[in-house]
């Protein structure tokens, strides 16, 4: 079985993600591969430095996230045009190493961390889908106390994705990370055991 896990900035998907391998599961992180598409010599490094400028890339040829992050976060325009250039590597990367998985470990359940499943339309890629959820107002505080954002940089970040709130509507599975570790840590015990996975 393959499930998608999502949610928002700062809602503690890494969280959710390490206590499940914990429990055996076999994780695929969208991040880690966003990261890797990206890394000098990739053609998606390419084509951001042609679209965005070198202004984007630090003196040793790696992506300098900041400086990108600072144009994509004003502009949907092009956070968009972002999109397009790693949208269709990461997506290539995450299909093969889930059928990997799928085909040499079948009975165990493979996770795919996918910061933005709905956003991106990745929905029929997963069996059931998993949303990580704690209201705005934490999200928010969260991402202040994590990021040390200006509250207007957060919002804008807050904003450049789907609300909370829809998300959670639109789970599966919802996990609500809004109160303690052993709280969440409860929710994926009672998660595994339903599942039959242990």
Excluded: C
């Excluded at 999109?83 to 359940?109: D, F, G, T, W």
């Excluded at 998300?167 to 840590?185: C, P, Q, V």
């Amino acid at each position: 079985m393959n499930i998608g896990l999502t949610g928002g900035i700062a809602t503690g998907k890494s969280t959710v993600a390490k206590l499940l391998t914990e429990h055996g599961a076999i994780l695929i992180d969208l991040d880690g591969i966003a990261r890797e598409v990206v890394e000098p010599g990739q053609p998606s490094l390419l084509a951001i430095a042609e679209r965005f400028g070198q202004a984007v890339l630090q003196q040793n040829g790696s992506l300098d996230r900041k400086k990108l992050g600072a144009i994509v976060f004003a502009d949907p325009a092009e956070r968009k045009a972002l999109e397009a250039i790693i949208h269709p590597a990461i997506r290539a990367v995450m299909k093969e190493r889930m059928a990997y998985h799928e085909s040499n470990s079948p009975q165990q359940l493979v996770v795919v961390d996918v910061p933005l499943l709905y956003e991106s339309g990745l929905e029929s890629y997963f069996e059931q889908i998993m949303v990580v959820y704690v209201p705005r107002e934490t999200q928010l505080q969260r991402l202040l106390a994590r990021d040390k954002l200006t509250i207007e940089e957060a919002q804008k970040r807050l904003d450049a994705q789907m609300d909370i709130e829809d998300k959670k509507r639109r789970a599966d599975i919802l996990i609500d990370n809004s109160e303690s570790l052993a709280y969440t840590e409860e929710q994926i015990e009672r998660f595994w055991r339903e599942k039959r996975f242990g």
